[in-house]
């Protein structure tokens, strides 16, 4: 994991992650390598959301874009992850792979 200023804040969205999983089975950014249990939220960070007002930065969120990948297309995981959090924005669900994917939007 990079070190950066928002690493707390981080690992307080890894763990309700986790919280919401179940179990362990989230990862951040994972390297090829590592082996994927399903179902899964696999995430990492975005571009940021920045509001200026009177020339000045008046508020600033971290972005994160999650997938949800599970073998069950009637997973009940994605209504879980958009009821958590207030700012939620899931995208066009897809597959891959025989498994489904679920793209969401988080400003955490």
């Keep these: 994991m990079p070190a950066s200023n928002d690493e707390p804040r ?3 969205l890894n763990d309700l992650l986790v919280k919401i999983m179940g179990n362990n089975h989230v990862y951040y950014e994972p390297p ?3 082996k994927i249990e399903y179902p899964c939220i696999v995430y ?3 571009a940021p959301s920045v509001t ?3 020339n000045k930065v008046y ?3 971290n972005c ?3 997938t949800i990948i599970t073998e069950d ?3 009940t995981l994605l209504w879980k992850v958009i009821n958590e959090f207030e700012y939620a924005t899931p ?3 897809y597959l891959g792979d025989g498994l489904y994917h679920y793209p969401i939007t988080i400003y955490f």
């Design 10 to 12: 981080q690992w307080k």
């Design 32 to 34: 090829e390598d590592v």
């Design 44 to 46: 990492s960070m975005a």
């Design 52 to 54: 200026r007002a009177d």
């Design 59 to 61: 508020l600033h969120m």
């Design 64 to 66: 994160y874009q999650l």
């Design 73 to 75: 297309p009637y997973d």
């Design 91 to 93: 995208g066009a669900r």
